[in-house]
């Protein structure tokens, strides 16, 4: 055969490529292929009169094959590489044939008639095999697909509506012609003999077969019924829809029309949305549905014509007393309804009432109760016309799904309506700014309540400026829910924004809360003392030292998030409560690096995991590691971390703040020591107006002078020394003078003839605030200058 002809041969099957090759009976070459020599390495003159086994290893196998009666096939190396052969014995002379291809070439010839043969013999996928005149030359009979499978002398698509035919004949033809295949097409196949019923589905994938020289020589066609998948797509995008649609909105009525409006047209051509009258007032539906009293207010429609008909039940109409029947019983149990309508005004058993409630070219329905939380707040109806098929079963459970969720949005709307005024109104004159925005830190907070309605929690945040750039960073957690636990945390939040003002170490803060709550406890009535208490998380950040010192009183440990994106828990002697009393809490100190993220939270956080306390913290750790961006503002990294953790609601309030911590420059600060002599004076003096000068804030040399030579002299005069001064410029100017002494500071009023007592009194003229804190050993005191407002002289006050 020469390669003309072997050119024809399909499927890319050469008979050519086979060697070819004949043995007498003592398996010796007697005759030799011009492809056995290129195939085997060997050329006839050297290869004839060889025994086989002597150009194949392995030898005892070729042997046993070359000399076996019954012949056989197997595998060898030669010359020219790995050979698959076969030996056929040749009667009568008892010679035999030996047929030899590469490897590689058979073994793609065996599994290429064993993919066609599979494809063929199964039934879930078409597989067609056309010319290239779109003849059909052979296929299976895949049930799922008979608008194709045609009998053997008919037109493949002789049974197929002609514009489905003509898409189908043509995406054939552009296959045949640019040798492009097509994936997953979704065609429909409409039936010649009825058009207009829902369509078969098919996902059709087409290539183009080539011969053994490349030549276009069919096309391969492989479809399979897709009608489901579609369907299930064309749900799923129903229900992104709704979800993306119903909810966001807390007024009753938008969210009973979105839910109207989703289903229309996808589930029904008319859909009516009615609820109990006390819903749309906020007050607390029935349990079960019932037509007496509450009657049933129809709040929203929807159909695909443009107005609504003006005989039925519009929007704001009430719904009429409605006779009892078997199907209303159904709904009071939940059950979602499907009848005729027939059945419908068999049910009413009132021509009126037919009129007022059933559309006018409608025949089938489905009723779905509304229900949320144990409450029944009402029905959804959809209808479809007599030209539509009932609603099948996965259509019924979507319309159950889409109305649950409906259904809760619209009781979150209607507790929202009760209680947001109230709830409105509290948080904000008691909860802090969300953002906060300062020397010593950036933060942000964050507040969820939890799901189920609007009573107000006790947890709360706050970021409180203290002297000397410094900030306090508190989070807290009162036991129980509404306004006794927000009027419990409000005191709180009182107290410590005096107790801050005192400037007192983390644990002495969390002391006198602890104290606090006790008395609180003893003014309340026995039977809610156990609802009496709080959790409490008291830190102390300074810019100028880098240092953050904490106690903790009951609350989740602080994550700290490096600038880098690492995340790890600040480790704190944990205390009890808040009103536990007899347990004395302990300040730890770190040091974080400047821009670090210092994350405080309550416990609510930790119930979005699902998990204990103790997987929850790591949980809640991992979720700040991953939800890192050095980029990402503070609102968007809490945020994230609640969608990391998971965005279902929260069953208990969530308080979370984040603080990124920043650092005052050395070059804004300057320190010196000096001594307890009077000389100091005079030297301190000159160190600030050095200072200011270098600053360039000339303008509150005189201020600054008399601040440093009246706290000065009172260290040297009656503290003694060291004696620390300490310049700090940032928005303000700030002078701190230090001396070991204890004693507390008072501003007096002098007599007209006293020789002292007017100094602290020309401090607090010349600067915008003063004061003084306590540590270890001795006391700082402080004052602050306003660099926008410029400097208060002494003499002009």
Not at 2 to 8: A, T, W
Not at 101 to 117: D, L, N, P
Not at 730 to 755: F, W, Y
Not at 757 to 780: D, F, H, M, N, P
Request: charged fraction near 20%; hydrophobic fraction near 40%.
């Amino acid at each position: 055969m020469d390669s003309d002809e072997g050119s024809d041969l399909h499927g890319g099957f050469r008979l050519d490529a086979v060697a070819a090759a004949v043995l007498d009976q003592e398996g010796t070459i007697v005759s030799w292929s011009t492809e056995a020599a290129r195939l085997l390495g060997c050329d006839a003159s050297e290869a004839v009169g060889l025994p086989l086994w002597k150009l194949l290893s392995p030898g005892p196998e070729c042997r046993a094959l070359a000399l076996s009666d019954t012949g056989g096939v197997g595998r060898g190396t030669s010359a020219g590489g790995e050979v698959a052969f076969g030996v056929l014995p040749l009667p009568p002379d008892g010679q035999r044939i030996m047929l030899a291809a590469r490897s590689e070439t058979a073994t793609e010839w065996a599994q290429g008639i064993s993919f066609f043969r599979a494809l063929l013999g199964q039934d879930r996928i078409g597989v067609a095999i056309h010319d290239g005149a779109q003849r059909r030359l052979r296929a299976n009979a895949a049930p799922t697909m008979s608008a194709v499978n045609t009998p053997p002398g008919e037109h493949w698509d002789a049974r197929l509506y002609g514009p489905d035919a003509r898409v189908l004949r043509d995406l054939i033809a552009n296959v045949m012609r640019t040798g492009t295949p097509v994936l997953g097409k979704v065609q429909a196949m409409r039936l010649a003999e009825a058009p207009n019923r829902p369509p078969q589905v098919a996902s059709v994938s087409a290539f183009r077969l080539d011969d053994g020289d490349g030549a276009p020589d069919g096309v391969a066609v492989l479809s399979y019924d897709a009608t489901q998948e579609v369907r299930d797509r064309r749900h799923l995008a129903l229900q992104q829809k709704a979800a993306a649609r119903i909810g966001p909105s807390l007024d009753i009525q938008s969210t009973a029309q979105d839910l109207a409006d989703v289903l229309v047209p996808d589930l029904g051509s008319c859909v009516t949305v009615d609820l109990a009258e006390g819903v749309l007032a906020g007050d607390n539906p029935p349990q079960i549905l019932g037509w007496g009293a509450p009657r049933l207010t129809r709040v929203a429609v929807a159909t695909e014509d443009e107005e609504w008909p003006p005989q039925l039940l519009g929007p704001g109409g009430a719904y009429p007393l409605l006779p009892d029947s078997p199907q209303l019983r159904m709904l009071q149990k939940g059950r979602t309804l499907t009848m005729t309508r027939d059945e419908v005004v068999s049910a009413l058993n009132d021509a009126e009432l037919a009129a007022l409630f059933v559309p006018e070219h409608a025949h089938w329905v489905a009723v779905t109760p509304l229900l949320a939380r144990g409450f029944g707040l009402g029905t959804v109806s959809v209808w479809r016309t007599a030209e539509s098929e009932p609603l099948e079963d996965d259509e019924l459970v979507l319309l159950t799904e889409i109305s649950s969720r409906a259904a809760l949005s619209i009781d979150n709307a209607r507790r929202y309506t009760r209680e947001h005024r109230a709830a409105v109104s509290l948080q904000e004159r008691l909860l802090p700014r969300a953002a906060a925005d300062i020397a010593a830190v950036e933060a942000e907070g964050i507040y969820r309540p939890a799901t189920g309605g609007a009573d107000i929690s006790g947890d709360w945040f706050d970021v409180v400026t203290l002297p000397s750039l410094r900030a306090a960073l508190v989070i807290g957690d009162v036991i129980g829910h509404g306004l006794p636990a927000t009027a419990t945390m409000g005191r709180l939040r009182t107290a410590i924004l005096t107790l801050a003002d005192l400037e007192l170490d983390p644990a002495e803060v969390l002391t006198r809360l602890d104290d606090l709550i006790q008395r609180l406890a003893a003014e309340t009535p026995a039977e809610q003392k156990d609802a009496v208490g709080a959790t409490c998380l008291y830190a102390v950040y300074d810019p100028v030292a880098g240092r953050c010192t904490l106690a903790n009183a009951g609350q989740p440990p602080p994550v700290l998030v490096t600038p880098d994106g690492r995340a790890t828990f600040v480790e704190s002697p944990p205390g009890p409560p808040l009103g536990v009393g007899g347990v004395p809490y302990q300040s730890v100190t770190v040091e974080p690096e400047p821009g670090s993220v210092l994350a405080l939270f309550t416990d609510g956080l930790l119930g979005l995991t699902d998990f204990d306390a103790d997987v929850g913290l790591e949980r809640v750790r991992d979720g700040l590691a991953s939800s890192w961006s050095p980029d990402a503002g503070l609102r968007d990294f809490g945020d994230g971390l609640l969608e990391t953790l998971g965005d279902q609601q929260p069953r208990d309030d969530i308080a979370l703040l984040m603080a990124r911590t920043r650092v005052v420059p050395p070059s804004d600060t300057a320190s010196w020591q000096l001594p307890a002599d009077p000389e100091a004076v005079a030297q301190a003096r000159k160190l600030a107006d050095e200072q200011l000068d270098e600053w360039g804030l000339e303008q509150f040399s005189l201020t600054t002078e008399l601040i440093v030579s009246e706290l000065v002299t009172n260290a040297v005069r009656y503290a003694g020394g060291p004696v620390g001064l300490r310049l700090i410029r940032s928005s303000v100017l700030i002078c701190e003078v230090s001396d070991p002494s204890n004693t507390q500071p008072r501003l007096v009023r002098a007599g007209d003839t006293d020789e002292g007592g007017r100094g602290l009194y020309i401090v607090a003229q010349c600067a915008q605030r003063w004061g003084s804190r306590y540590g270890r050993k001795g006391k700082t005191i402080w004052t602050e200058q306003g660099l926008d407002d410029g400097p208060v002289g002494f003499f002009d006050v």
